[in-house]
């Protein structure tokens, strides 16, 4: 029931330079050997979803036709074995984290309920006039949940202003800190800028002021080396299918004090410790947020994902990826009718952009006919689209499996994309 390991052909020199090759991740991706519209597809989509190498399919398989029952209470062989696996994969997202302890990991269906489910905790002890801090660069997941406190609690929800390049204001930021700010809110890495935000100091900051944190990581998991102990929040949460893992499967860190604080969020099996007809007790974290049968075919595949991705030396993906946004972003240089939104130093691989005269919705299908696969739409981020003044962008995210041959294709396609509207 263990993950596949990387090939040692993962390992081997990059052709696209710094050490890591990309065309031998890539040919561990089998949808990615396709065509679209009769040419390669060049896939730069990963910030919404990226694609599943091997060893994840066979990771999830294997649990399926090898060794699956429920998990944990069961006492035979299929039970235990697969108990094991689900897990193992707890532990594999410990270690992902550098978490202190395995039951720091909660499991969830996704980032978004992750949130949720801090949100809910928190707000049976928000008062009205508590404040809540988030950027105006944070994704609806880690905006909607602190707005419903908002309309439930009376609690007031405080933006932390994005620069023009994209960058947070960290002196604004620090300003908005009062003795009623409960909770900070913030992403690690912008899902539309590539924006990397500072979190550590962000978290030292409301630390002080009295704040917990929440750190939005479904972007800045995949494209960072997380560290939630150096970091200093409070919650960490992350997404498996953005980090090359299945659907339907996330994973909530908190350290023990915080996951403590938190009451219950759902009721059913797994969460209790006894029921009776006048009263319940309910189990220590991690079990307290995992009611009912969890996502085990999931949550195996995120271990395996995870597994996979730990296979790599990250220093060497990131500088991959960087690469190819410098990559394309120099042969942009100069072109009057391109903006590009977040430039901020250090961001990470994402390209978001607009057209002069066209509408990015017609942008990424011409691009299609290209075999280039990006996003279009306000990207789960309306406050940013408002604070940028566009009401709709393109995006490419570029992911390790991507190539220079991918980035090339990219800005040939996005060419031939504008000429129709000459």
């Given amino acids: 029931m263990t993950a596949a390991a990387p090939s040692t052909a993962s390992r081997s020199p990059s052709p696209d330079g710094g050490g890591f090759d990309a065309h031998a991740a890539r040919a561990q991706f089998p949808i990615l050997s396709r065509t679209v519209n009769g040419r390669p597809l060049v896939y730069l989509d990963s910030a919404a979803s990226a694609q599943k190498p091997q060893a994840v399919i066979e990771a999830m398989t294997s649990a399926m036709s090898g060794s699956y029952a429920n998990v944990h209470r069961g ?183 915080a996951l403590d604080s938190l009451p219950p969020w759902q009721g059913g099996g797994e969460m209790i410790e006894t029921v009776e007809q006048d009263r319940v007790t309910y189990a220590k974290p991690p079990r307290r947020f995992e009611a009912g049968t969890p996502p ?54 994402i390209l978001t952009f607009t057209v002069d005269g066209a509408h990015a919705h017609d942008i990424a299908q011409i691009m299609d006919r290209y075999g280039v696969a990006v996003r279009a739409g306000l990207h789960c981020a309306e406050p940013l689209a408002k604070r940028m003044g566009v009401t709709s962008s393109a995006r490419a995210s570029f992911a390790l499996y991507n190539t220079t041959e991918d980035a090339d294709a990219f800005v040939d396609a996005l060419i031939k994309a504008r000429e129709f509207f000459i």
């Fill in 296 to 349: 085990i075919l999931e949550a195996i595949g995120l271990g395996a994902a995870l597994d996979w991705l730990m296979g790599f030396d990250k220093a060497q993906v990131i500088a991959h990826e960087q690469a190819l946004y410098a990559h394309a972003r120099a042969r942009l240089d100069g072109f009057d009718w391109l903006r590009v939104l977040g430039e901020a130093e250090g961001k990470g691989a």
């Fill in 75 to 257: 006492l035979h062989t299929l039970a235990n074995e697969t108990t094991e696996a689900f897990e193992g994969a707890r532990a594999t997202v410990a270690r992902f984290l550098n978490a202190e302890a395995e039951t720091n990991i909660v499991f969830t269906k996704g980032g978004t309920e992750a949130i949720n489910l801090v949100a809910a905790g928190v707000g049976q002890s928000i008062q009205p006039g508590d404040e809540i801090i988030v950027s105006q660069m944070e994704h609806h997941s880690n905006i909607v949940p602190w707005h419903m406190l908002r309309e439930r609690c009376g609690a007031v929800l405080k933006w932390a202003p994005v620069r023009d390049d994209g960058s947070l204001d960290m002196a604004a930021f620090e300003a908005l800190l009062t003795e009623r700010t409960k909770v900070v809110a913030v992403t690690h890495m912008s899902n539309v800028l590539g924006t990397i935000n500072p979190i550590a100091e962000i978290s030292a900051k409301a630390h002080k002021a009295g704040a917990r944190v929440l750190i939005d990581g479904c972007q800045g998991a995949v494209h960072c080396a997380p560290d939630v102990q150096a970091i200093g929040c409070d919650w960490y949460v992350l997404t498996g299918h953005k980090l090359y893992g299945p659907t339907g499967i996330g994973a909530l860190y908190g350290t023990a004090e």
